[in-house]
């Protein structure tokens, strides 16, 4: 798996990327126009005072000037709202196939876990990984590199508009950003810790659950249903504090990110009716101006959402990486590669030195297994509990894979062969 979702979401949709860009700057220059058309229609078509006018080598008298001018503009809400649709749409389908090959990805990683991890892990844990825990990883996904292109393009187009009208009303508009710049990621690296920690406890309640459900006859035979509830509330205590933490600072963002919004036109009534006032500015500019600014909060908004957004993907794409590539991790051509041996089959197994200790186990053994089996033969494996007679035969049998020493049948080395020559060739009952 790739180091970081970026990398993931480049390797694997890089053309869809490029062609979900490409759309999206094609659209900025009819949005441009769009913020523009309303102040030629008031200070023009309604207040002008001069006609017939001009429009692509044609006369127009005032009012059919101003109903194609109109016309124009509903023309290019319908075209922006078809940039939109289109752009929207595509990004959905990027993200749910690369929904699709990530959690293929996770499953091929659950087949190829060395045995141990799957004491470390419950079912209920893995099910909610693959499934529940990837699927916003979707939504991000697809919005990756295509969502902050648009936004950010409609935001720079918006503030380009608004200082080409007043150089004045144009700082006005941007004055707090760098305030929001710098304080919004601060507190939302708080949050992203505190939903770090949620994961981890959900995760943990989920394999706790998965215990009770399997030993279900023990908690009624030896009487500790109020033991396991007692854990249970204690549990989702826990759970519940930390969310009610990510909500205090969540909406105290939104709050700020609200209040910062409307103290802006605080600056556009007093500053730009000041300019209409001295004549400086003409009325229709202020309208244009005003209504690009409703437009603007949109584009800013969806960025620091983005944000969010990406820095909640980051920490469960990491959670993931750290428990769907765990050591001892079998390599993929031990799974995809297919092949097998000719005929007649070697008459002999030969162990040399076989590593069975687990990566990350307190038990280890001090020294590695050898000994030669003549086939077909019958032998019997002697030894007390903990000897490491049951992990021998596992590792004859391939079901776990040592990580030292030969198993050679014949010439070929088991250990570094294919389960396509493991599976077909050996059989084991345990």
């Known amino acids: 798996m790739e180091s970081s979702i970026f990398r993931f979401v480049l390797r694997h949709s890089r053309a869809e990327q490029i062609r979900l860009v490409l759309f999206t700057l094609a ?114 996904i697809g919005d990756s590199i295509a969502l902050p292109v648009f936004q950010g393009g409609t935001l720079l187009t918006i503030l380009v508009f608004m200082f080409a009208q007043d150089w004045v009303l144009g700082t006005a508009a941007i004055a707090l950003y760098p305030i929001q710049g710098w304080l919004i990621p601060k507190l939302q690296r708080r949050v992203n810790l505190l939903k770090k920690e949620r994961v981890l406890k959900v995760r943990k309640l989920s394999e706790r659950i ?8 023990d908690v009624h035979g030896h009487d500790t249903s109020q033991f396991e509830l007692a ?44 300019l209409v006032i001295k004549g400086d500015l003409s009325f229709g500019a202020l309208v244009a101006v005003l209504a690009a600014y409703k437009d603007l909060s949109s584009p800013w908004k969806e960025l620091l959402r983005f944000y969010q957004t990406k820095e909640d993907a980051r920490i469960k794409y990491e959670l993931l990486l750290e428990t769907f590539q765990p050591q001892g991790l079998l390599s ?15 008459t002999s197994l030969v162990a040399a030195n076989l590593n069975l200790n687990e990566f990350d186990s307190d038990r280890q053994f001090d020294t590695g297994a050898s000994f030669t089996i003549k086939l077909p033969e019958k032998v019997a494996l002697l030894g007390p509990d903990g000897s490491g007679k049951h992990r021998l035969t596992d590792a004859l049998a391939l079901i776990i894979r040592p990580h030292g020493g030969r198993l050679l049948l014949g010439d070929e080395d088991l250990i570094k062969s294919p389960e396509s020559i493991t599976g077909r060739l050996l059989s084991y009952v345990g």
Do not use: W
Request: charged residues 20%; glycine residues 8%; aromatic residues 16%.
């Open 27 to 140: 659209a900025f220059p009819f949005l441009y126009y769009s913020l523009d058309l309303p102040k030629t229609i008031i200070n023009q078509a309604i207040g002008g005072k001069e006609f017939p006018r001009q429009l692509l080598n044609f006369s127009f008298e005032q009012i059919p000037y101003l109903m194609i001018l109109c016309g124009i503009f509903l023309a290019l809400v319908f075209i922006n709202g078809g940039f939109k649709y289109y752009i929207n749409v595509y990004r959905g389908m990027v993200g749910e196939r690369m929904l699709r090959r990530l959690r293929y990805q996770l499953i091929t990683h659950v087949l190829r876990f060395p045995m141990p991890q799957f004491r470390k892990l419950s079912q209920g844990e893995i099910v909610s990984m693959v499934t529940a825990e990837t699927e916003p990883l979707g939504g991000y």
């Open 210 to 217: 998965g215990e009770v459900v399997t030993g279900i006859r």
């Open 231 to 274: 854990d249970y509330s204690r549990r989702l205590g826990e759970i519940y504090v930390i969310r009610l933490n990510i909500y205090r600072q969540k909406f105290f963002i939104k709050f700020l990110n609200n209040f910062i919004a409307q103290v802006t036109p605080f600056f556009f009534y007093s500053i730009g009716g000041y």
């Open 332 to 346: 993929d051509h031990l799974l995809s590669e297919d092949r097998h041996l000719d005929p007649p089959l070697p």
